[in-house]
């Protein structure tokens, strides 16, 4: 993004680069997105493309890729093993990392499958700044637990805090004392806290953490799946980063951890996912694992055309012009909506705009799930698909009680470099609507609940006929409009 001053005031981000591929959407009538979405069992991952008119569901494996990328899929080397372009993305990680091994994978969960097979056995407890879905059920499954060790501020929806990413230091020490070493088998960073609304950490807390564990000989593990995000954090926010640049950055926060890995759904702009690591030792215990689950060791499941989009991608995420994109607009969409009064979470991360759906709809109980609901109701307003991520995406215990989530959000994705600012403006607008119609808007119940990981493919329905009303008010609103 471009530094750019209007002479008339605007104060708008400002892209720097142009779409020269565009796909066509639908906008379906308001009539079509309450059968659409009855049809999905009120459960956004279930709706269907045709249905969909603005998709911000995830920002994983959906951003806008460049021409660089594009052109360099096409030379490419598809041996099984000993592949070219397997080497060209270790090189590349080793420049930016400086790591020397490099285990490739399918995507980011299935590193996280390798490491906890290799490193999770049952009573151990993984401390981390928060987790998320998939980390969580590969270390539970394995018979682990989590600990979150988050600042107390991370949780609070509205802040000015710049790193609410970040671990207490003082919960971290306590719970090393507290806590048999032998069942710490290591540490976890998420860089850009996706569920707390892809909120940063700052590069002198990854320090202070992972010099206590240094301290305490324990393995620090990355989460960078997020990490473009949280760089351009560091860089803007962080007073130590100002003079450093993005490749220095990236630098001094891989010296400070053990193994780094990455979904490169979002970290690379492609599709894939990579383990990188110093150790040669750490590199020996998860090695079998990967032709064993992905496949061999110089592709793990990955197209290598992928392969070849995400070495350009690494480069393209050094460039603070391009990381710059996903987190002006997110900031742009967030103080659009404070404008307007509608409760978004604050300071704007990355990933997308977050909208807070306790405060949103604050006459609909924790049980009856109110982002579950907000998300039914946001698909409705504007054939917007966002991702509950609250009560909803969490786990029954064993004994089947339901954990409240610390925060109830909708998360609106902005894949990077996809949507335009008229579609942008657009989402505000519906929102906004919403927002002024929030008391007809009601719960919602189970109808099929699944054992584990249910916000995937659970059916829900409303506990009264709250969307046919919505979607009268809608009409009388808006008369013939779509
Ligand atoms: N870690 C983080 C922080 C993530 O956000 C994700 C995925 C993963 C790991 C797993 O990576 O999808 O490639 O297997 N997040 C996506 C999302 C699903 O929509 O937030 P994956």
Redesign the pocket.
């Known amino acids: 993004m471009a530094n750019i001053k209007f002479f008339t005031g605007m104060d708008i981000p400002l892209e720097l680069h142009k779409v020269r591929m565009v796909q066509k959407l639908n906008l379906q009538p308001i009539e079509r997105r309450l059968e659409a979405i009855s049809e999905a069992g009120n459960n956004t991952f279930l709706l269907k493309n045709k249905d969909i008119f603005l998709d911000m569901?995830?920002?994983?494996?959906v951003n806008g890729m460049s021409d660089r990328q594009t052109a360099a899929m096409l030379i490419c080397d598809d041996s099984y093993a000993g592949s070219a372009s397997f080497e060209r993305l270790e090189a590349k990680v080793h420049e930016l990392f400086g790591t020397d091994y490099l285990l490739p994978a399918h995507?980011?969960?299935?590193c996280?499958n390798i490491l906890a097979i290799s490193f999770v056995k049952e009573g151990d407890i993984i401390p981390m700044n928060f987790h998320?879905t998939?980390?969580k059920a590969h270390i539970t499954r394995l018979g682990g637990r989590v600990a979150e060790l988050l600042s107390d501020e991370g949780i609070q929806t509205s802040s000015d805090n710049p790193f609410k990413g970040n671990i207490d230091l003082d919960k971290l020490r306590r719970f090393i004392a507290d806590t048999d070493p032998q069942h710490i088998p290591f540490l976890r960073v998420?860089a850009?806290t996706?569920l707390i609304g892809g909120q940063p950490l700052s590069l002198e807390n990854m320090h202070d953490v992972c010099e206590i564990c240094r301290e305490h000989h324990i393995m620090t593990v990355l989460?960078a799946?997020?990490l473009q995000d949280n760089l351009y954090f560091m860089k803007t926010r962080e007073e130590q980063c100002k003079n450093l640049t993005i490749r220095e950055i990236t630098k001094r926060v891989a010296d400070e951890f053990d193994i780094i890995y990455f979904?490169a759904?979002?970290f690379g702009f492609a599709r894939g996912?990579c383990i990188a690591i110093h150790d040669k030792k750490h590199y020996d215990q998860m090695r079998e694992l990967v032709p064993m689950y992905e496949g061999f060791l110089t592709y793990g499941g990955m197209s290598v055309r992928e392969m070849e989009a995400i070495t350009v991608g690494l480069d393209e995420t050094m460039d603070e012009d391009v990381i710059s994109q996903g987190p002006l607009f997110i900031d742009f969409m967030t103080k659009e909506l404070l404008k307007r009064h509608v409760p978004v979470v604050t300071p704007s991360g990355g990933?997308g705009c977050h909208l807070n759906a306790r405060e949103f709809l604050p006459h609909i109980d924790d049980h009856e799930y109110p982002a579950g609901a907000l998300a039914a109701a946001v698909y409705l307003a504007g054939g917007i698909r966002g991702?509950e991520r609250g009560t909803l995406s969490e786990q029954r215990e064993a004994d089947g009680t339901e954990p409240i989530a610390d925060v109830e959000l909708l998360r609106l994705?902005l894949p990077r470099r996809v949507f335009t600012m008229s579609q942008v403006l657009y989402a505000v607008d519906r929102i906004t609507w919403l927002y002024e119609n929030r008391n007809l808007v009601g719960g919602l119940r189970w109808v099929e609940e699944p054992g584990s990981l249910r916000f995937f493919f659970g059916r829900l329905e409303p506990t009264s006929n709250w969307q046919e009303k919505l979607v009268a008010k809608f009409r009388a609103d808006f008369k013939d409009s779509l």
């Open positions: 569901l995830t920002d994983s494996g995507q980011g969960r299935a996280e998320f998939t980390t998420e850009g996706n989460d799946s997020l979904s759904r979002k996912g990933l991702m994705a």
